[in-house]
């Protein structure tokens, strides 16, 4: 079992719906990051988060360190939003980050 | 800041060819990362280094992979001799030490150093 599991694998939804994608590890860990990697293969840092919610423009994150489960929210949702979402856990004492295999989204308009 | 240069963007060379990956971190970033992102197995972290000293090297698959930093704005990956299963996208990342103010701790991709060993 991979220590970091995303879920869905692959989300198709058409332009202004709200999205999540769930992210749950089993590893105690000291920090949560969320990546999006576009199209074009380009990777962008979204969030890094070790308690409570984060949020930029349209893009929330949670964490729930108890139930060891993140979630990554899109608020009206638009085509540009389209690429792979990448959750990746970081344990505390080393900077390595243990990927999920992440989660395609797609947005129709 | 131009942010994370890798060089070169795309590789392509035949089995048994040495192959060097080069990036320059963004200056002020004391940590610098090399990542390999296959089909089959995803992201995965190589090595890392903490002010130019390799910390963490226990994701380099074997002996045929070796990375260094020389100094604080100039790190080499370097494959030798490469084979066709080491195909795939190479990213450099860096990052400022936690803690350090406004803006640590995010980490900064480069755009990728796609390798293809024929």
């Known amino acids: 079992k991979n220590e970091v599991e995303q879920s869905p694998q692959n989300l198709t939804a058409q332009e202004g719906e709200f999205i999540t994608i769930n992210c749950s590890y089993s590893?105690?860990?000291?920090?949560l990051h969320w990546l999006q990697q576009h199209p074009g293969g380009g990777i962008v840092s979204l969030f890094m988060?070790?308690?409570g919610k984060k949020k930029h423009g349209r893009l929330i994150a949670t964490i729930n360190i108890q139930e060891k489960h993140s979630s990554l929210h899109i608020t009206a949702s638009h085509p540009r939003d389209s690429a792979v979402y990448i959750c990746?856990?970081?344990?505390?004492?080393?900077?390595?980050?243990?990927f999920g295999k992440g989660t395609k989204l797609t947005v129709n308009p | 800041d131009a942010g994370v240069i890798q060089s070169p963007r795309h590789e392509v060379t035949e089995m048994g060819q040495e192959v060097t990956l080069r990036c320059k971190p963004i200056?002020?970033?004391?940590?610098l990362f090399w990542y390999r992102q296959t089909m089959m197995r995803g992201l995965e972290l190589l090595i890392y280094?903490?002010?130019?000293?390799?910390?963490?090297d226990s994701g380099m698959p074997e002996d045929r992979f070796s990375a260094k930093m020389p100094n604080a704005s100039f790190s080499t990956l370097k494959i030798q001799p490469s084979e066709p299963r080491d195909s795939a996208v190479y990213f450099c990342?860096?990052?400022?030490?936690?803690?350090?103010?406004?803006?640590?701790?995010?980490?900064?991709f480069g755009a990728g150093s796609r390798l293809t060993v024929l």
């Open positions: 990342a860096s990052s400022r030490t936690p803690g350090t103010g406004p803006g640590a701790n995010v980490l900064t």
């Open positions: 590893v105690g860990i000291s920090a």
């Open positions: 988060l070790s308690s």
């Open positions: 990746a856990v970081k344990r505390g004492g080393s900077e390595k980050l243990v």
């Open positions: 200056s002020g970033h004391d940590y």
């Open positions: 280094f903490n002010n130019n000293v390799p910390i963490d």
